[in-house]
Nanobody, 117 residues
Framework: VQLQASGGGVVQPGESLRLSCAASGSIFNVNNMGWYRQAPGEQRELVARITSGGNTNYADSVKGRFTISRDNAKNVVYLQMNSLKPEDTAVYYC????????????WGQGTQVTVSS
């Protein structure tokens, strides 16, 4: 299983970015798909998560600005990020959880998002 994240970059405060993460390989019974981020010197934190049924939850810091979505047919998860702030600067990682008898979690390689004026 491989997860390929893309869409990161350098933007100014208030601008938008859309991250994508495509899963490939032996993909079965995908449950949750999510985005996490890690800023320098900080622990990795959950940004947003979406279940197979479409239920979502977000970190308080991104509610109302970020939207997570998924395309189950393509095994892709997206993160639309609007009104970006400097404190959103981090490496963003996608992950998926497959139910294979027990949950199995896979991570993407990370994509850098930098918000700076």
């Amino acid at each position: 299983v491989q997860l390929q994240a893309s869409g990161g970059g350098v933007v100014q405060p208030g601008e938008s970015l859309r991250l994508s993460c495509a899963a490939s390989g032996s993909i079965f019974n995908v449950n949750n798909m999510g985005w996490y981020r890690q800023a320098p010197g900080e622990q990795r934190e959950l940004v947003a998560r979406i279940t197979s049924g479409g239920n979502t939850n977000y970190a308080d810091s991104v509610k109302g600005r970020f939207t997570i979505s998924r395309d189950n047919a393509k095994n892709v998860v997206y993160l639309q990020m609007n009104s970006l702030k400097p404190e959103d600067t981090a490496v963003y990682y996608c992950n998926i959880v497959m139910i294979l008898g027990v949950p199995a979690t896979y991570w993407g390689q990370g994509t850098q998002v930098t918000v700076s004026s």
